[in-house]
């Protein structure tokens, strides 16, 4: 079953602005795991959080995570039209050790 | 370049073919994975590899039939394939089955059923 869900689902904005996407799951987790997708490629692993993290940064992003409300968020400043691309959250349940639970993911677009 | 290569990158088959999607990883890792991703849908696991060893069959239709002959190398057979199952078909491996480790993906193939 579905553990992550994204939102929004779709997200367009401008060459410079922040984008925030949204990410909540539904069991306890060990970890969390941001991935990007561009058209027609697969997906690149962007930043891991543990679930004993509550934010983490590397470059441009930066993932929070808040374990009694079971969300995470992805933050990318200063977007750039090289940002356009879907972004998936990835659960990891305490439950299990390997299976990562994917969201649908959000859609982005940078208009230049 | 992500170090997992996957041929072919397009495929288009009848539903009473039979093929075999490859997948190669240089990155030394000893584990492997099958998923398949639909529009708008999230990816779903379809098979778990270790060190050769199938750990995992999401429970997946006898149609797809994986084979792992050695850590680097990784195949997904298909025959008799209905409409639903186009889709991307995407490999990944890490470096073990373990919790902290990220997955690395290949670009996929993308399947179409005729």
């Known amino acids: 079953s579905q553990q992550g869900e994204e939102d929004p689902q779709a997200l367009s904005i401008q060459e410079g602005e922040n984008a925030t996407m949204n990410c909540s799951y539904k069991?306890?987790?060990?970890?969390l795991q941001w991935y990007r997708q561009n058209s027609g490629r697969g997906l690149v692993h962007l930043i891991l959080i543990r679930s004993n993290e509550r934010e983490k940064h590397s470059g441009r992003l930066r993932v929070t995570l808040d374990t009694s409300k079971k969300s995470s968020s992805l933050l990318i400043t200063a977007s750039r039209a090289a940002d356009t691309a879907s972004y998936f959250c990835?659960?990891?349940?305490?439950?299990?050790?390997?299976?990562?639970?994917f969201g649908a993911g959000t859609t982005v677009t940078v208009r230049a | 370049e992500t170090g997992v290569t996957q041929t072919p990158r397009h495929l288009v088959m009848g539903m009473t073919n039979k093929k075999s999607l490859k997948c190669e990883q240089h990155l030394g890792h000893n584990a492997m994975y099958w998923y398949k991703q639909s529009a708008k849908k999230p990816l779903e696991l379809m098979f778990v590899y270790s060190l050769e060893e199938r750990v995992e069959n999401n429970s997946v239709p006898s149609r797809f039939s994986p084979e792992c002959p050695n850590s680097s190398h990784l195949f997904l057979h298909l025959h008799t394939l209905q409409p639903e199952d186009s889709a991307l078909y995407l490999c990944?491996?890490?470096?073990?089955?373990?919790?902290?480790?990220?997955?690395?993906f290949g670009d996929g193939t993308r399947l179409s059923i005729l």
């Open positions: 069991t306890s987790i060990n970890n």
């Open positions: 990944a491996s890490s470096q073990d089955l373990v919790t902290y480790q990220p997955q690395h």
């Open positions: 990835a659960s990891l349940e305490r439950s299990n050790d390997y299976k990562l639970s």
